[in-house]
């Protein structure tokens, strides 16, 4: 292999074979492929693009640089859910104790925030002594006591895309979706999985806020997944307005536990419903839609997912104090009421201009070695929908200081649309993506039968 050749290849258009794939890959994680060659192949795929067969053994070799994970002592079948990211995007906090609870392992390997949208990781880490930075044995052993967990990615699980990553957010070429899947799947196939439920966001909050390119990715991320032996379907939903009434790390741990003592705000009920519910029917395909969704929900309702929330804060050192006394929790000093300036309707929230605002509050980082702050956020009075009077509050900003959090008020109202009329109820759900075919949401009755071992099958 002589990277050189290899560059051109792709330069010119031409398609690689897995082995040459494979050899560039390990080469530049062992050193003999230099960074200034993995920038110019990043870029030559960029603008060329890679074919199915290019992808698939791409992922493979990024996921085989590194460690990964045997979890064969663990008999119930492991299914695990990701997300695109956005912002308010809890999802995966209350749908990995509550899916455990139903006897399905969860093993999700999380990120940290950049940029707009948050991370599943810094909000954990806003739990005092809860350790995300778990080494294969640890993190198998949380698994197996708990039935699920959450951790970061380490330097020896996929070190190429750790690498690869770092070299792409410096050269414009994040947004190339051969990469972009490549990425995504070799973290998810270090684990071992079973089955994946991607969420591909779309939206004015969302990495890609056109909802074609969100398809586009998600159809790709699903015949990726097919090619590499593990069934997955990927829903595609809005993120044009934030999701819930709690934005930042703290307040989203908080925000949390109510969700699993049933007092959740109903968009992100609806979404851990639903993909928790698609987790579940692949690892129990002989029950219903119907059947596991009731099954979730009883989970909060008898507090089986609290619990299971508390032995994972417990297994992974965190204080498990926080689910009866969330103010043990960062608390921020400063606080600023938003209020509306006219009487309407709320018709938009720039999911974006929020999370925008969250890294300017110290929330959120714009650099990957960037500290945040875990205590301050938004927690919002009024969504989407919501009629508001003059002077009513809107949300309420909470800051290291008040006049830092009176700054960011502004911020906040200006992502507010105040309307005369109310506006049209939007779509949380918007397409099931599986690997045949690409289907308009309608709930239960669009869920396609199974056979597993096999892919996703079409009845």
Not at 259 to 270: F, S, T
Request: glycine share 12%.
């Amino acid at each position: 292999m002589i990277p050189e050749s290899v560059i051109r290849a792709k330069r010119d258009g031409e398609e690689i074979s897995g082995s040459t794939i494979r050899d560039f890959i390990f080469g530049f994680v062992k050193g003999d492929v230099a960074d200034y060659q993995m920038s110019a192949f990043l870029m030559a795929v960029t603008l060329r693009g890679m074919t199915r067969a290019e992808t698939v053994e791409l992922t493979r070799a990024m996921a085989e640089s590194g460690e990964t994970f045997d979890f064969s002592h663990v008999t119930a079948r492991k299914v695990d859910k990701h997300s695109t990211g956005g912002v308010g995007d809890m999802i995966s906090l209350p749908l990995v104790p509550l899916v455990a609870a139903c006897g399905v392992a969860v093993p999700m390997i999380a990120g940290r925030g950049l940029g707009h949208t948050g991370g599943t990781i810094d909000k954990l880490e806003s739990i005092p002594g809860f350790r995300t930075d778990l080494d294969r044995t640890a993190y198998a052993k949380a698994l197996q006591n708990v039935g699920g967990v959450i951790g970061g990615q380490t330097k020896t699980v996929a070190p190429a895309d750790r690498r690869m990553y770092a070299i792409r957010d410096v050269t414009a070429t994040v947004e190339s979706l051969p990469l972009l899947v490549s990425s995504i799947l070799s973290k998810k196939l270090s684990a071992g999985l079973d089955a994946l439920v991607l969420d591909v966001k779309c939206g004015s909050g969302a990495f890609l806020p056109d909802e074609k390119d969100a398809l586009r990715l998600a159809q790709a991320l699903v015949t990726t997944a097919d090619g590499l032996g593990l069934p997955a379907v990927a829903f595609v939903t809005d993120m044009d307005a934030p999701l819930g009434r709690a934005i930042g790390n703290a307040v989203e741990i908080g925000s949390t536990i109510d969700c699993l003592k049933g007092q959740g705000p109903e968009d992100v009920m609806e979404l851990v419903f639903t993909l928790g519910t698609a987790m579940l029917c692949f690892a129990q395909p002989e029950s219903s839609w119907d059947t596991h969704r009731s099954h979730l929900e009883s989970n909060v309702r008898d507090g089986s997912g609290l619990k299971r929330f508390e032995m994972m804060i417990r297994e992974q050192g965190g204080d498990t104090r926080v689910v009866a006394d969330p103010t043990l929790l960062p608390q921020a000093k400063g606080r600023f009421e938003v209020v509306a300036e006219h009487e309407g309707w709320v018709g938009a929230i720039d999911a974006r201009a929020i999370g925008r605002a969250l890294v300017g509050l110290g929330g959120g980082r714009t650099k990957a070695e960037d500290g945040i702050d875990p205590s301050v956020g938004f927690l919002f009075e009024r969504r989407v929908g919501d009629k508001v009077g003059r002077g009513d509050t809107l949300a309420t900003v909470l800051g290291r200081t008040d006049a830092e959090a009176a700054r960011s008020g502004q911020d906040v109202l200006r992502a507010f649309s105040i309307e005369s009329a109310a506006p049209e109820r939007r779509q949380l759900v918007r397409h099931l993506v599986t690997r045949d075919r690409v289907t308009q949401w309608q709930g239960a009755g669009t869920w396609p039968k199974l056979d597993l071992p096999g892919l996703l099958r079409t009845s």
